[in-house]
C-alpha cells in the first residue's frame, strides 16, 4: 500500500502544478526536498503533453538542479532571469497567515532568493505541515543557515532572544550538515511562534546568519494533500 502522506504530497503537487500553469508561463522556480519532485514530474508531463513552452527552470539548489535536468526541462540560473513568474516548493510548517518554517533540508538561502524574485509562490506540502501557529507541528527548530566561523557566537545571541539553538550534524558524514552556500545550518526551537515577522527581523540583525528558514509574508496559497485523499488549499 502506498504511504499516506507521499501520495498526498503527489496530489498536492499535481494540483498546484495543473492549476498554477498555464499556456503564459514561461520562468519557473523550482524548491527543494521530497514534495517538490512531484511537482517537477506533472510540470515534465505537462510540457510534453501540452507542448508548454516554459523558458527556464530554475533551481533551489543541486537537489533540484538533478530534477530540472532528469525531467528534460530547461535549466538556467537566476541570474540569467531575475524576474520568475511562479515558484513551487515545499515547507516544513505553514500557518494559517501563509507564514512558513522551511530550511528542513537545509536549501533556505537559495530558497528564499527564488520566492523573493518570484511573482508567485505557491507551497505544497502533505497534512504534517498544516498548523495555525509555527511550531505547533514542526519541533525541530528553525533553520538558520549560519557563517562557519561564527556558529558559536550566533548561538549565544539566538539564546539571549529565548531560542534553543543546536548545530545540525550529518548522518553520513562526522561533523556538521554543511549546506550548498558552504555554510552551517542551526535549528532553533522558539516554542510556539506568536509573531515570526517579528521574530524573523531580530535574527536577520544578527552578524554571521546568512538566512533564516521563516518565510513571512511571501507565500500566495498553500496546497496540502490530506490523509483522505482530498487536496485543501489557502490563498493569499
Ligand atoms: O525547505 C525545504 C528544504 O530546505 C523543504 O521544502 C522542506 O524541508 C520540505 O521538505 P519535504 O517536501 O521533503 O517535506
Not at 507564514?99 to 533540508?105: D, H
Request: glycine share 10%; charged share 20%; net charge neutral.
Amino acid at each position: 500500500m502506498a504511504d499516506l502522506a507521499e501520495l498526498a504530497k503527489q496530489k498536492a503537487s499535481f494540483q498546484a502544478i495543473d492549476q498554477q500553469i498555464n499556456a503564459s508561463t514561461k520562468i519557473i522556480g523550482i524548491g527543494s526536498g521530497s514534495t517538490v519532485v512531484y511537482a517537477v514530474q506533472r510540470l515534465a508531463e505537462r510540457v510534453k503533453q501540452e507542448s508548454l513552452d516554459i523558458k527556464a527552470c530554475i533551481p533551489s539548489s543541486f537537489q533540484s538542479q538533478q530534477l530540472i535536468v532528469q525531467h528534460g526541462l530547461p535549466l538556467a540560473t537566476l541570474n540569467q532571469y531575475p524576474k520568475i513568474d511562479v515558484t513551487f516548493d515545499g515547507a516544513d510548517e505553514v500557518d494559517d497567515g501563509l507564514n512558513a518554517i522551511k530550511g528542513g533540508g537545509a536549501c533556505q538561502l537559495q530558497e528564499k532568493l527564488l520566492i523573493a524574485n518570484s511573482a508567485k509562490w505557491f507551497i505544497v506540502a502533505d497534512y504534517r505541515k498544516d498548523s495555525s501557529a509555527l511550531g505547533q507541528q514542526w519541533k525541530k527548530g528553525v533553520p538558520i543557515e549560519v557563517v562557519p566561523s561564527a556558529y558559536v557566537a550566533v548561538m549565544d545571541r539566538i539564546k539571549e532572544l529565548g531560542g534553543k539553538p543546536v548545530l545540525r550534524m550529518a548522518t553520513a558524514k562526522a561533523g556538521p550538515v554543511v549546506t550548498d552556500n558552504g555554510m552551517f545550518v542551526v535549528d532553533a526551537d522558539f516554542g510556539e511562534i506568536k509573531d515570526p515577522k517579528s521574530l524573523d527581523l531580530k535574527l536577520q540583525v544578527i552578524p554571521g546568519i546568512v538566512e533564516t528558514g521563516l518565510f513571512c509574508g511571501l507565500s500566495d496559497g498553500v496546497y496540502f494533500g490530506m490523509q483522505d485523499g482530498t487536496v485543501k488549499s489557502r490563498f493569499k
